[in-house]
Structures are given as structure tokens and as C-alpha cells.
């Protein structure tokens, strides 16, 4: 296996460089490699950085789909997890089904869109709901479930996705902080913080929360930087709550809508020792502009919001967190994915607190732009 700190200097330019090993990169990585590309993935720290957005051992995989751009790409990332899955040895994704409900969700149009797109779901009365989930969820309103839905191990999944891409002959560049990409002839000169460089063909930047930082300092037109979105970079928190009592069953994930508010919840997994139900606001953390900005820290105020929240809405879980952390989200205005490109530079941006579902399948996007090979949908090319 070819990992290390990357110590040699190369005037050997190779296909392509991945700069950043989260979920984004690590899928694009993967992909080239697999297609024979010659590949080194770049990341300052190490794949599936604690810094960044896809550390940890759980995310949300739903269904719920408004939007049938996203409902499509779902279904075709499906196979991408057969096949990750099948390489990685052991399962990547719990299916634990996902209760949809609050006053400011549209769980009656979701369900319209199960119908069309042939998602297995059940809507429930608020009765019904309170019969089948009230010792665990009390919404009060109608519950939309639909059992395919479940929790993804995002750490391992970028890990799997690593190791594939180091088995097609990838390299794995660790603790490589990419401070500056100059042209150099018809390629890249890649340089370092710490000076090593390498020289490459095309750049594939998929650094997550350093994105907005890094974006200057590519040597891209400003009418391609222009039409990009503005990318928001939020500091997120997230708290473990134990179960009342050891669920026979992992618990279901929820996204419940109130008050101007979305809270998800799902089973922490590994990283709450598996004992407890991982509960978050969704975009409820503080806007810090890029990720070198993160500080960690989480409010009193906010800690308690999420304790109201579980005290009055979750019967089955005991108010007191005895776990938090935070990460990073990357949001555009419209929550679309930016994958896009000029000449030989590629930037990959896909979280809005929505992109880990499409882990497999963000590098077959990535990867057939980078190459030609193929096209991503046209409102993810803003340049265009
Ligand atoms: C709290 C939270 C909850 C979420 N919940 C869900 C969910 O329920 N369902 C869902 O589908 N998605 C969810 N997401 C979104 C999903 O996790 C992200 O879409 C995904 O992790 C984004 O990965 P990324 O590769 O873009 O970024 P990252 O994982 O941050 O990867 C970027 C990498 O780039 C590296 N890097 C940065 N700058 C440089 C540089 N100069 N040189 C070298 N390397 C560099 C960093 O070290 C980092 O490893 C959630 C995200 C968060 C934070």
C-alpha cells in the first residue's frame, strides 16, 4: 500500500491530484484509480479528518426527496453502495427506517413523491404515530416512515473508499497541506506548507470547509470563480443522549420541522458507544467563513435548546448528553452541489448537510468531468 507523508519531490507529473481525503475526495480518488488513472489523494491531516465534515460513524441515508434531481442521483448511488459495501468486506449502511413529521413539514407532498418514485412508506395519523413510535418520538403530528431509510458509517465509508483507490495504485498523501497550485506548462505545480511539491495533469479540489480560502489561490478566472455560490461554512454541533431503556432494535432516525427549526436525530453508532441517539439542529450552528476558523466550542445556550428539545419531543431518551461534538457544514444558497470545472482544475464541493448518502456516487461524478467522460447535472456546473 502506497501511504506515507509523502516525502519526494517528482518532476514525474502524474494524472491527477486529489486535494482533500473526506467523503468528496476520497470518492473521486477512487473512481480515477479504478479507471487507471495514475492518482495522489492530498489531505493535511488524514482521511475522514476529525477537522472536517465526514469524521464519525454516522449519517442519515434518506429518501426524502423533494426534488427529483436528488431523488434520481439517490437511486443511482445505490449500486455505488453495493459495491463499496461488497469491497469493504461488511456493511456500511443500518437500516433503521426514518420518521418524517412537524407542523412545518410536508410530509403529504413527500409521500406523493414516495408514490412516484416507488419508495416503500407509510403515513401515519397523528394517533397512528403516537400508537407506533410515542415512546420514542412525540410530535403530535402526522409521521411519515419509510423503512429503507438508515444510518451510513461515514469514517469507514471514506476509509473503504481510501483503501479501494489505494488498491488501484493511488497514492495516499497524509499530512500534506496544499498551500499553493501554480500552471506549469500544460499541468500543475502543486507546493506544500511545507515546500514538497509535485507536479500533476489536472486537480481535483475537494477540501470541504477550506474550500472558500483555497478558491483564490487556484489561478481560476474570475468568471469561473464568480458563478460559483457563495459558500457559507457553519460550525455544527451535535449531542448524544442515552435511551431510557437498551432498544431491542436500533432506534429509527427522525426529521422533525417546527418552529422554524429542524432537528434530525439518529443512532450514534460507534461514536456514542452505542448507547444513545445522536440529536442535532440543522444549520444551527454559528457561520465561521471558512474551516480554519473552527474553534470547537459549543454555547450554553445552544446545548440547552437541544435539552428542551429532547425533554419535551424524545420520552425515550434521557435529557442529558453525555457526548457532543462539532463539524463542519459547507452550504450553498440552494443546497445544490457544485461540481465544476475550467481547463484542467476540478472543485467538488457537496455537503449542505446533505452529501455523505451520495459518498459512492460523488466520485463517478467528479471523476467523468475531470476526465470528459461524463457530464453531472447541468445546476451543479454554475460556470456553465
Ligand atoms: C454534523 C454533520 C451532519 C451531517 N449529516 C448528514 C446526514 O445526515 N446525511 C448526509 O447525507 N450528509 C450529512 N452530512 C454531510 C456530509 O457529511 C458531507 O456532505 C461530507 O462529509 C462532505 O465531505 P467533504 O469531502 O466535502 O469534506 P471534508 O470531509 O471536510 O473533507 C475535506 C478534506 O480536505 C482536507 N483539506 C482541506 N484543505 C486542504 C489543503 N489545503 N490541503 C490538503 N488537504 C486539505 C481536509 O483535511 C479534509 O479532510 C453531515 C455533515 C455534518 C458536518
Known amino acids: 500500500m502506497k501511504n506515507g507523508h509523502g516525502t519526494t519531490n517528482t518532476s514525474d507529473a502524474i494524472d491527477f491530484a486529489v486535494i482533500g481525503a473526506g467523503i468528496a475526495g476520497a470518492s473521486t480518488a477512487w473512481r480515477l484509480a479504478?479507471?487507471?488513472?495514475?492518482?495522489?489523494?492530498?489531505?493535511?491531516?488524514?482521511?475522514?479528518?476529525?477537522?472536517?465534515?465526514?469524521?464519525g460513524s454516522a449519517r442519515i441515508l434518506r429518501y426524502g426527496y423533494a426534488d427529483p434531481l436528488y431523488a434520481r442521483l439517490l437511486a443511482e448511488a445505490e449500486t455505488g453502495w453495493a459495491e463499496l459495501e461488497t469491497a469493504h468486506g461488511s456493511p456500511l449502511i443500518t437500516r433503521t427506517g426514518c420518521v418524517d413529521a412537524g407542523e412545518g413539514h410536508d410530509t403529504t407532498r413527500l409521500a406523493e413523491v414516495f408514490t412516484e418514485t416507488g419508495v416503500e412508506h407509510t403515513l401515519f395519523s397523528p394517533e397512528e404515530a403516537a400508537s407506533r413510535f410515542g415512546d420514542r418520538f412525540a410530535f403530535g403530528t402526522e409521521a411519515l416512515w419509510h423503512p429503507r431509510a438508515?444510518?451510513?458509517?461515514?469514517?469507514?465509508?471514506?476509509?473503504?473508499?481510501?483503501?479501494?483507490?489505494?488498491?488501484?495504485?493511488?497514492?495516499?498523501?497524509?499530512?500534506?497541506?496544499?498551500?499553493?497550485?501554480?500552471?506549469?506548462?500544460?499541468?500543475?505545480?502543486?507546493?506544500?506548507?511545507?515546500?514538497?511539491?509535485?507536479?500533476?495533469?489536472?486537480?481535483?479540489?475537494?477540501?470541504?470547509?477550506?474550500?472558500?480560502?483555497?478558491?483564490?489561490?487556484?489561478?481560476?478566472?474570475?468568471?469561473?470563480?464568480?458563478?460559483?455560490?457563495?459558500?457559507?461554512?457553519?460550525q455544527e454541533s451535535a449531542f448524544h443522549f442515552p435511551y431510557r431503556e437498551e432498544p431491542a432494535e436500533p432506534w429509527p432516525?427522525?426529521?422533525?420541522?417546527?418552529?422554524?427549526?429542524?432537528?434530525?436525530?439518529?443512532?450514534?453508532?460507534?461514536?456514542?458507544?452505542y448507547r444513545g441517539q445522536k440529536v442535532a439542529e440543522f444549520n444551527g450552528g454559528p457561520v465561521i467563513g471558512d474551516a480554519s476558523r473552527q474553534d470547537g466550542r459549543i454555547t450554553s445556550e445552544h446545548r440547552q435548546r437541544i435539552v428542551d428539545y429532547v425533554g419535551t419531543f424524545l420520552p425515550g431518551l434521557v435529557p442529558e448528553p453525555y457526548a457532543e461534538t462539532t463539524c463542519l457544514f459547507t452550504n450553498t444558497p440552494d443546497e445544490d452541489f457544485v461540481i465544476d470545472t475550467h481547463e484542467s482544475i476540478t472543485v467538488v464541493s457537496a455537503c449542505s448537510g446533505h452529501g455523505g448518502k451520495f459518498a459512492p456516487l460523488l466520485g463517478t461524478l467528479a471523476a467523468g468531468l475531470a476526465t470528459g467522460e461524463r457530464d453531472v447535472p447541468a445546476r451543479f456546473r454554475p460556470s456553465r
Open 34 to 55: 479504478q479507471a487507471g488513472h495514475s492518482v495522489a489523494l492530498l489531505d493535511r491531516d488524514e482521511p475522514a479528518s476529525a477537522a472536517g465534515s465526514s469524521h
Open 150 to 234: 438508515g444510518v451510513l458509517d461515514a469514517q469507514s465509508t471514506v476509509h473503504a473508499m481510501v483503501r479501494a483507490a489505494v488498491e488501484h495504485s493511488a497514492t495516499l498523501l497524509t499530512g500534506w497541506e496544499v498551500a499553493s497550485v501554480t500552471r506549469r506548462g500544460a499541468g500543475y505545480l502543486i507546493t506544500a506548507a511545507d515546500g514538497r511539491a509535485l507536479s500533476v495533469r489536472h486537480v481535483v479540489v475537494a477540501a470541504g470547509g477550506w474550500l472558500p480560502r483555497l478558491l483564490g489561490g487556484l489561478g481560476l478566472p474570475t468568471s469561473f470563480t464568480r458563478a460559483l455560490p457563495a459558500f457559507e461554512v457553519r
Open 253 to 273: 432516525t427522525s426529521i422533525h420541522m417546527i418552529e422554524g427549526m429542524i432537528v434530525y436525530t439518529l443512532p450514534g453508532g460507534r461514536d456514542a458507544g
